[in-house]
């Protein structure tokens, strides 16, 4: 158990709809970033905030949003979505800002879109 | 343009040492960064290379040479539970920017 925690588990939805993914980080981490792996991509980095500001943006469609609260919590937001979308969603995070710092992975968001 | 290459399968056999390299092709090169995950589970961090030369961590150990572009991760004493993917992955701009992970090299271990 990483101490990662995210919600829900797995997610069945309809292209077009709107999802939120949330994830609570270990107790004390200020860093957290959000992945999606799938069969064709692999491991791609969407996007990292850092004490609750972007720090960095990867692979991140303009179609999601994410955002990390004052309690350090975080919500990855897809939107009108697409076939394309199902993937594992994952969330990680670290004590430091750089990503060469350990980093933490959750269990994972399953989303399909049907 | 910018790429990470490892091999997509290897198999060794139980108690043997097995390397699994990765090269890179990139520009803003910070590091390397090792991960594991098995079957359906979550990536876990195994090493971390930002200078050349060896790390080693109990049975594993990473390595890197910049002037190669190319690092690699060895595994000694291989037991079942290794048995998982494994993936490298590069930092860049001065560690500023995120991972960006290689396609995972499946490791399966024989009896």
């Known amino acids: 158990d990483s101490g990662v925690t995210q919600t829900p588990k797995h997610l069945i939805t309809a292209t077009g709809q709107r999802v939120t993914l949330r994830c609570s980080p270990r107790?004390?981490?200020?860093?957290v970033y959000w992945y999606q792996q799938s069969l064709d991509q692999g491991l791609q980095f969407l996007i990292q905030?850092?004490?609750?500001?972007?720090?960095a943006k990867g692979n991140i469609l303009e179609r999601f949003s994410a955002q990390q609260f004052p309690d350090l919590h975080s919500e990855l937001n897809l939107s009108s979505l697409e076939l394309g979308d199902s993937a594992l969603y994952f969330c990680?995070?670290?004590?430091?800002?750089?990503?060469?710092?350990?980093?933490?992975f959750g269990p994972g968001t399953r989303l399909t879109v049907l | 343009g910018q790429s990470l290459e490892q091999p997509s399968e290897v198999t060794a056999v139980e108690g043997a040492i097995v390397q699994i390299n990765c090269t890179y092709q990139?520009?803003?090169?910070?590091?390397l960064s090792w991960y594991q995950q098995h079957d359906g589970g979550a990536p876990t961090f195994l090493s971390y290379?930002?200078?050349?030369g060896l790390e080693e961590t109990g049975r594993f150990s990473s390595f890197l040479s910049r002037s190669d572009s190319y690092g690699y991760l060895l595994l000694q004493e291989l037991q079942m539970k290794d048995s998982a993917s494994y993936f490298c992955?590069?930092?860049?701009?001065?560690?500023?920017?995120?991972?960006?992970f290689g396609k995972g090299t499946h490791l399966i271990i024989q009896p």
């Open positions: 290379n930002g200078l050349d």
């Open positions: 107790s004390g981490d200020l860093s």
């Open positions: 905030y850092y004490n609750g500001e972007e720090r």
């Open positions: 992955a590069w930092v860049s701009g001065g560690g500023a920017d995120g991972l960006t």
């Open positions: 990680a995070s670290s004590g430091a800002a750089a990503a060469y710092n350990e980093q933490f």
């Open positions: 990139t520009s803003g090169f910070y590091g």
